[in-house]
């Protein structure tokens, strides 16, 4: 059973600390809320040049291939004057956390913040890597565990079918953000490294998906990354809506003109299909073991939404095709 198109708002079992609208109240602290403006200069030597449809400027070195690219923000990123609770951004590595982020900061003109200090991400659109409190949009993690959902009152739990997920991340580890595997790694140990990466990564986005699905305990947004990809201004106002955020209809056409960013993969199709019919079977066995508990979520709890369901195809072969930062 593939990933099933569903969302589910799971409301806490007390009344616990809400957002209490502070990304409005933030907006309202720096005035009110004005149409997206020209590009900003961005903190720390992070500069957005001229709009561009795609949010992004390639430079060029004389006549060689592009470099490096500039971000481009509807608006100057800051923290939020009010601080809320923590909201994290949970999600396996390679279901598209990073490009969920920008597309909120884009959408918001606020920060997201992370538990990790990934200087790459620093240096390219995201200065607050490293902050883990109520003055950043929301946290990205990649952990589980009590100790892992300590710290957050709210969650966004971003899910990717495992298959692309973890051939997004095999990429990552091996190529950096939008690069690739080499397709001599899969043969690697006569294909035993690959194997065992699968093997053990899927333990992980079982263990990853249930611990936030099961065991957390305050409210929680969950999006299908397949769904994100198909209908981005949809996902993303149910996001923002979560935490308590309502863009103006300029704000929001901004960040959807400039949703691609640059943390996108380019499509790379492989003389071969990694995956072979077996680790497809254990693939298709942890979806469902995952697909299985979010459906007993929504069956259990109320208030639910529940879009039109579908069926996603099998994870494509040539890897991470589309906005599948870590």
């Not at 997206?36 to 561009?52: T, V, Y």
């Not at 003109?109 to 883990?132: C, H």
């Amino acid at each position: 059973m593939s990933l099933q198109q569903q969302h589910h708002h799971r409301p806490p079992p007390s009344s616990p600390p809400h957002r209490t609208h502070a990304l409005q109240q933030a907006m309202l602290a720096g005035g009110a809320e004005q149409p997206p403006s020209p590009p900003h200069e961005a903190p720390k030597g992070l500069r957005a040049a001229a709009a561009g449809g795609r949010g992004l400027e390639l430079f060029r070195g004389g006549a060689g291939p592009p470099r490096r690219a500039r971000l481009h923000w509807c608006r100057p990123l800051r923290f939020l004057a009010t601080p809320g609770p923590v909201v994290a951004l949970a999600s396996f590595p390679g279901s598209g956390n990073t490009w969920l982020r920008y597309l909120i900061q884009q959408a918001t003109g606020f920060y997201t913040g992370s538990v990790y200090k990934d200087y790459g991400l620093l240096k390219n659109g995201f200065p607050a890597e490293s902050v883990v409190n109520g003055s950043v949009a929301v946290v990205k993690t990649h952990e589980s565990g009590p100790g892992a959902r300590a710290p957050f009152a709210r969650a966004v739990l971003l899910i990717r079918s495992p298959g692309a997920a973890i051939h997004a991340e095999f990429n990552r580890q091996s190529g950096g953000h939008i690069g690739f595997a080499s397709p001599d790694r899969y043969r690697r140990n006569r294909g035993k490294y690959w194997q065992d990466f699968v093997a053990e990564k899927l333990i992980t986005w079982k263990k990853t998906n249930l611990d936030w699905l099961l065991h957390f305990q305050g409210p929680m947004h969950v999006v299908l990354y397949d769904q994100l990809v198909t209908n981005v201004e949809d996902e993303l106002r149910g996001v923002l809506s979560f935490l308590d955020y309502r863009p103006s209809p300029a704000a929001l056409d901004c960040a959807l003109s400039r949703r691609e960013g640059i943390y996108k993969r380019r499509r790379r199709a492989l003389p071969f299909d990694p995956y072979t019919p077996a680790m497809r079977a254990s693939l298709r066995r942890g979806e469902e073991e995952v697909m299985a508990a979010l459906k007993g979520l929504v069956s259990a709890q109320a208030p639910t939404t529940v879009v039109s369901p579908t069926t996603s195809g099998p994870a494509p072969v040539e890897g991470c095709e589309d906005k599948c930062g870590r």
